[in-house]
Every structure is written in structure tokens, then in C-alpha cells.
């Protein structure tokens, strides 16, 4: 069974960070390409960074480029997403997705995690 389990969310003031991690299992790991994505209320699910299978190439949202940083480690399974220069429109459920074939149409996701970024 594939799990991707988030961590790190939490309240923040505006100019502030947070460092996001997710930790897979039931899968390997090294074969996926791994992404976040995020949904604030009322909007949809929208992409933000992703990591190619072996880390060598990163992508970003133009709202993440500058601001936000995604790294993986195949040894511990695990990605990273650290955050800096937090906004309030950067409010958001946050989720971790792996994706065999890419990032653009993962095939797991995690349960999210809440960031919340006070003015």
C-alpha cells in the first residue's frame, strides 16, 4: 500500500518559513517523479514545484520561482519543500504527489498538510 504522509504545515506570519516534508512508503521511491501541489479555499488544486527521479531537475510555479525550493532523498524516501518569503495568497492545503511517468498527472497523493500565512 503507497502512502506519501506530509508534514510541516502550520501558521506562519507573512515574511516567514516553513520547510514541508514528505515521507513515502509501498512504492520505489526512485522511480517517481515527485511533486507539490496545493488548494486554497475555494480554488482548485494548482502545482507548484517538482523533482525529477534522480533530483537533477527541478520545476516551479511562477508564484513558487525565488521563493520556494524542492529537494528529495532517495536513501530516506523522502521530499522537501522549503518555503521562504511566505504571502497570504500562499494559504493553501499542501500535498505531496508522486508520479511514475511525470509530475503533471501523479499516480498517489498524500492527505495534505495546512499552511496558513497571517498578514
Known amino acids: 500500500q503507497v502512502q506519501l504522509a506530509e508534514s510541516g504545515g502550520g501558521l506562519v506570519q507573512a515574511g516567514g518559513s516553513l520547510r514541508l516534508s514528505c515521507v513515502a512508503s509501498?512504492?520505489?521511491?526512485?522511480?517517481?517523479?515527485m511533486a507539490w501541489f496545493r488548494q486554497a479555499p475555494g480554488k482548485e488544486r494548482e502545482f507548484v514545484a517538482a523533482?525529477?527521479?534522480?533530483?537533477?531537475?527541478?520545476y516551479y510555479a511562477d508564484s513558487a520561482k525565488g521563493r520556494f525550493t524542492i529537494s528529495r532523498d532517495n536513501d530516506k524516501s523522502a521530499v522537501a519543500l522549503q518555503m521562504i518569503s511566505l504571502k497570504p495568497e500562499d494559504t493553501a492545503v499542501y500535498y505531496c504527489?508522486?508520479?511514475?511517468?511525470?509530475?503533471?498527472?501523479?499516480?498517489?497523493w498524500g492527505q495534505g498538510t495546512q499552511v496558513t500565512v497571517s498578514s
Open positions: 504527489a508522486a508520479g511514475l511517468l511525470g509530475y503533471s498527472d501523479p499516480d498517489y
Open positions: 509501498g512504492l520505489t521511491f526512485s522511480s517517481y517523479a
Open positions: 523533482v525529477s527521479w534522480g533530483g537533477g531537475s527541478t
